[in-house]
């Protein structure tokens, strides 16, 4: 063989070594870049990929996967990043279904999760009781619900948006009643401040039955905008 393939190989060889030193330091405590988010069982999964170039995931549980997958995105370990997020979505569908304001969050968060973030998008808009009806809805944060809002494929009756919408504001406003009638001029201002950015985004023209704008809608006419009231 040439000398020119015996260098570039050598080459490659030292390269992957200080490619795999260098993912060492991270957690070398000496050089103060630990990584305490990362576990020691996950960090064993990470160094068994880094020498010898396979990873186990089917005996982790959903939110582990969860976590190794934010801790491979923060070492930047780009070819397992894709490779568990097709793992979370073909084998922990239930986690992701059980657990969707906290993956959401999660993923929001994340730039490179893109697989994942459209998954569970599309699963969202397509079945929203699954985001609804959770434990945790309250919890979601105002920007990613007023994403949610601006979809035009969310398979969910108007009304049933507005009810969850004020579920989820007075959630946020936990000393306000939700009973309209019980409501002093500070409460008025305090859920006029919270629903401000979601108002326009709910379709109320498309609420058709009489009953429901009539007891789920006017009765909140304090805190929508008159003009609005008047038209519909």
Known sequence: MSSKFWAELSNNYENSLKQKSDMMLLFMPEK?????????QLFNIIL????CGNIELKNLQGPDVLKLLIAVDELSIHSLISHIQEFLIEH??????????EVLETVY??????????FCLE?????????????????LKAPLFELLLK????????IEIWENLLKWCFAQQNNIQDDPTKWNKEDITSIERELYRF???????????????????????????QDLIHDL
Do not use: A, M
């Open 32 to 40: 103060n870049k630990i990584k305490p988010n990362i576990s020691p």
């Open 123 to 139: 699963n969202i808009c397509k079945e929203p009781k699954i985001l609804f009806n959770s434990e945790n809805f309250s919890s």
């Open 199 to 225: 108002i326009l985004l709910i379709r109320f023209y498309n609420i058709i039955e009489p009953t429901d704008f009539f007891y789920k809608v006017y009765c909140y006419r304090n805190i929508l905008p």
């Open 151 to 158: 979809r035009d494929d969310l398979n969910i009756n108007e």
């Open 92 to 101: 922990q569908t239930e986690f992701l279904h059980q657990n969707p304001t």
């Open 109 to 118: 968060q994340h730039e490179t999760f893109t697989g994942l973030w459209d």
């Open 48 to 51: 068994r990929f880094i020498y």
